[in-house]
């Protein structure tokens, strides 16, 4: 398995579920992040880490609960979501946090909260 | 004022012509400049990146950036379906940390017709 692996692809849950989407980086990179992309917006950076240590977190509300055990694996623990949250879920990894032109995405987790 | 603007499109065109695909940006401290190809279903990937100002051609692709204007654009020479996705542009500061995050476009669609 090479790249920037993401499970499951596609995700429906409850507003009352907990779930957790996983990434996995086979490139030896130091820093993961954790992207929103909603129809017509921007990708939205959620959560950065680097050498395993969370560094950002940028405004996301405490429903979605970032943890990283290793330098190449990367979680999303979710809880008590809202409908709103529906959207492509992208893992990102890259060399490290200075070189940004070096990330590359995994194939991202369809969520679907009903 | 948004900080990255792109025509989300969609953007049509025939097989063999030439595509320009174009962002506009307001924080004149972004000195990285990307563009990611994304097909449907998928994780984007980066075509190409830039340093300051500037073009870089790799194949069919040429990147552009006039600072000056605060434009880039990327064009795509004899264009094929298979060129047929979303483009996104991103962009970044130069340091470490937070000024290193990338801020992205909403991404243009292409659709190349045979």
């Known amino acids: 398995e090479t790249g920037v692996t993401q499970t499951p692809r596609h995700l429906v849950m409850g507003m009352t579920n907990k779930k957790s989407l996983k990434c996995e980086q086979h490139?030896?990179?130091?820093?993961m992040y954790w992207y929103k992309q909603s129809a017509k917006k921007p990708l939205e950076l959620m959560f950065v880490y680097s050498l395993e240590e969370r560094v950002e977190n940028n405004s996301v509300p405490s429903r979605f609960s970032p943890e990283c055990p290793n330098s190449s694996h990367l979680f999303l623990h979710l809880h008590t979501l809202q409908p709103e949250d529906s959207a492509l879920y992208l893992c990102?990894?890259?060399?490290?946090?200075?070189?940004?032109?070096?990330?590359?995405f995994g194939p991202g987790t369809r969520l679907t909260v009903l | 004022q948004k900080e990255v603007e792109q025509d989300p499109g969609p953007l049509s065109v025939p097989e063999g012509a030439i595509v320009s695909l174009n962002c506009t940006y307001s924080n004149s401290a972004f000195q990285y400049f990307m563009w990611y190809r994304q097909y449907s279903r998928k994780g984007p990937e980066l075509l190409m990146y830039?340093?300051?100002?500037g073009n870089k051609e790799d194949g069919r692709f040429t990147a552009q950036v006039d600072k000056s204007s605060k434009y880039i654009s990327l064009f795509i020479r004899d264009s094929q379906p298979s060129d047929s996705a979303t483009y996104l542009c991103?962009?970044?500061?130069?340091?470490?940390?937070?000024?290193?995050?990338?801020?992205f476009g909403k991404g243009t669609k292409l659709s190349v017709k045979p």
């Open positions: 991103a962009m970044s500061e130069d340091y470490g940390g937070s000024q290193g995050n990338l801020i």
């Open positions: 990102a990894s890259s060399q490290d946090r200075t070189r940004p032109y070096t990330q590359y």
């Open positions: 830039t340093y300051s100002s």
């Open positions: 490139l030896g990179h130091n820093a």
